[in-house]
Nanobody
Framework: QVQLVESGGGLVQAGGSLRLSCTASGITFSVYAMGWYRQAPGKQRELVATITSRAITNYGDSVKGRFTISRDNAKSTVYLQMNSLKPEDTAVYYC?????????WGQGTQVTVSS
């Protein structure tokens, strides 16, 4: 059974930082591309960042220069370091894992940035 478990969300003031973690089980983590997506109320889910099995990264335009995605294959965990947070970063953040057409999602973790 595949599980992606996110943690690290919470309430933070604008300008602050948070680090999200997503630990995977039931998959060969090292071969999967991992990603973070977010969905704010009334909006579509959007890309935050992805990292391939070879650690090539890609970021959504709104987070470039502020967020950093990384992975630790030994711990089957992907991280999202979020700095200089803004109120518009408020959303539920979801972890994803994908390879060869298979895609899995976590349950999400809430990030709220107060102004």
């Amino acid at each position: 059974q595949v599980q992606l478990v996110e943690s690290g969300g919470g309430l933070v003031q604008a300008g602050g930082s948070l680090r999200l973690s997503c630990t995977a089980s039931g998959i060969t983590f090292s071969v999967y591309a991992m990603g973070w997506y977010r969905q704010a109320p009334g909006k579509q889910r959007e890309l935050v960042a992805t990292i391939t099995s070879r650690a090539i990264t890609n970021y959504g335009d709104s987070v470039k220069g502020r967020f950093t995605i990384s992975r630790d294959n030994a711990k089957s965990t992907v991280y999202l370091q979020m700095n200089s947070l803004k109120p518009e970063d408020t959303a539920v953040y979801y972890c994803s894992a994908g390879v060869s057409g298979r895609n899995y999602w976590g349950q999400g973790t809430q990030v709220t940035v107060s102004s």
